[in-house]
């Protein structure tokens, strides 16, 4: 039989690009439920979905930061029936925290964290009842570790995987899957409104030392991060069909093999200082091994991509 699937912040990005995907499948296995807080922004979504819409593939309303506006969407699938559930809205937020305001804080915190609690408390019920259900959440890298000017974002992506580690034990239980798609750097509108945010911030609430970091190393780095380890929207939307499609979906995939080696970092020492340390080093004091590891990624990718088109 066909899954239904609901996915949230399918106006754009990886959202968009998996609805797609989902939507498009040869043999017809899904439902799609594209969600978007604001139909004024559908047209992009309604063109790539052409001939499918209305057939594998509907647009509906739904704000993560919304308990009503969710329950009213839930409420119009047929049975209220979602088997397999998306959690993909998401926003970032760079800068030093004093040139942050606290409701700016809560905003990521409220639609990265709160908007997949809403979302459980309106879709788990039905899943454990039914004993079935995939929950797929798109995290992030930083839900994993932590990075320079990313403080609040990387703190809403570990309450994701905080939260989603202590569900995934009850949700055995139940026979429920969760997995955790942690992305890289994904070149998308994401990417974009942060680092214009970012420009445009007033940095006067900051040191000097502080502002300096954050505009003349981080922001003048920002670009060539994503533009040498970037991957598409369509890939991490490609990474999260085959976890929905895999029949023991693991815990936690990371789509970007070239990110891999960062995040390893992290389990190489029970300490914590060795990513830290490097992060640091890379950042401050050996701008020149900054570049160098730039550009072995890029090399890398490059020569990832040739052995894809020569195979
Ligand atoms: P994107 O900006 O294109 O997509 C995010 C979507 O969420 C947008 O369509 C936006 O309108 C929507 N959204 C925001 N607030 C919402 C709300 N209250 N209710 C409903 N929808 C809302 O960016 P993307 O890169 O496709 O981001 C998708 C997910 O991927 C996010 O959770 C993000 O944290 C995560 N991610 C992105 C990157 C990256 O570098 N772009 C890396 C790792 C993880």
Redesign the pocket.
Known sequence: AQKTVLI?????????ALAIKLARDKQKRFKVYA????LS?KEKLEKAANNILGKTLEIKQ?????EESIKTCVNNIPERRIDILVS?????LIGPIECQTIDEMKTVMD??FF?LVRLLKEILPDMKKRKSGHIVI?????GLQGILFNDV?AAS?FAVEGFCESLAIQALQFKLRVSLI??????????K?VYEDGMKMDLSAADEETARMFADVYLKNYNQI?QSL?QS?EE?AEHTVKIILTENPPFRHQTNTLYTPVTTLKYADPNGNLPIDSFYKMVFHHDRIFHASLNFFKLLRWSSRKNIAST
């Open positions: 949230t912040g399918c106006s754009s990005g990886i959202g968009l969600t978007m807080r604001n922004k739904l704000d993560v930061c919304d993909n809205a998401g926003m970032g639609t990265n908007g798109i995290s992030s890298v930083m974002y992506k942690e992305p890289g750097p994904v070149i998308t509108e994401f990417e409104k994503f970037g929207a991490v």
